[in-house]
Nanobody, 119 residues
Framework: QVQLVESGGGVAQPGGSLRLSCAAS????????MGWYRQAPGKQRELVAR???????NYADSVKGRFTISRENAKSTVFLQMNSLKPEDTAVYYC?????????????WGQGTQVTVSG
């Protein structure tokens, strides 16, 4: 079955950096659009960044210029490099894989990893 496993979360000081990873298994990774979402306490889950199977990216306005999403298809892994972290980046970060064809649409979520920016 499909599994998405996030790692790399933790505590960082404002202005610091963290790098999140999401390792996928049980799927043809290169076909999927991959995304990072986050959910802060009391708030709705929101898109942070996405990368298509072809490598095109888009970002939430709040993270543009600070976060970078990338993928390594050979390792079935997507990354989120987070720089210049702010307290408002504190949230649980989730990895999502989705695929749409003419016949079906499917998506999968990871379990999430906590990012706390404090200090």
């Amino acid at each position: 079955q499909v599994q998405l496993v996030e790692s790399g979360g933790g505590v960082a000081q404002p202005g610091g950096s963290l790098r999140l990873s999401c390792a996928a298994s049980g799927m043809i990774f290169s076909l999927y659009r991959m995304g990072w979402y986050r959910q802060a306490p009391g708030k709705q889950r929101e898109l942070v960044a996405r990368i298509t199977s072809g490598g095109s990216t888009n970002y939430a306005d709040s993270v543009k210029g600070r976060f970078t999403i990338s993928r390594e298809n050979a390792k079935s892994t997507v990354f989120l490099q987070m720089n210049s972290l702010k307290p408002e980046d504190t949230a649980v970060y989730y990895c999502k894989a989705d695929l749409s064809t003419n016949v079906f649409t499917t998506d999968y979520w990871g379990q999430g990893t906590q990012v706390t920016v404090s200090g």
